[in-house]
């Protein structure tokens, strides 16, 4: 019998952690095509992953959770653009995540921008801001509400039904 339970939590585990995993882009432009065929904003995450203390600490009370990974697979693509100082970047990504944070104009870590980006045939990227924000005291649940706003669309109201002018006989 104890094996029998050893067994299901083993599973029941497995699914969990199986559910709460994030993809975290580096890419943009591969992250603004998931995000267009899922039609989800992107979620533009830019720190200091290896120097920047509220980073740490957003992403151990917050980004890491449970709730914020099902939040997260429901309503956004995750994008990582990193400025660290200790840890090697290939150089297309250290240009790509500093040509962002100007674009952004990010002037400290953590900040979080909601946007929707399209490329065109030039490949330029054209982002449509939804809203930015950083570290909220009050764990998962008071970021989220935070930022809800940025990706909730208003549920559109359905337009009111013209009366009818047909005559009756």
Known sequence: MKKIILIA?????????????????????????????????????????DWCGWCIRLQNEV???PEFSTWANKNVIL??????????????????????????????FPTIYFANAKVNKEGKINFEGLGSTGYVAGGPAAWIASADPFVKKPALTPEPKAKSKTKKA
Not at 81 to 106: G, S
């Open 79 to 108: 994008v990582e653009l990193d400025y660290p100082r200790r840890t090697v970047q290939p150089e297309a990504v250290k240009a790509q995540n500093n040509e962002l944070q100007e674009v952004f104009k990010i002037q400290g």
């Open 63 to 65: 980004l890491k959770t």
């Open 9 to 49: 939590f083993f599973f029941i585990g497995l699914s969990v952690s199986q559910a709460q995993e994030l993809k975290w882009y580096t890419d943009v432009k591969e992250a603004i095509k998931v995000s267009n065929n899922e039609k989800k904003p992107l979620l533009l995450f830019f720190t200091g992953s």
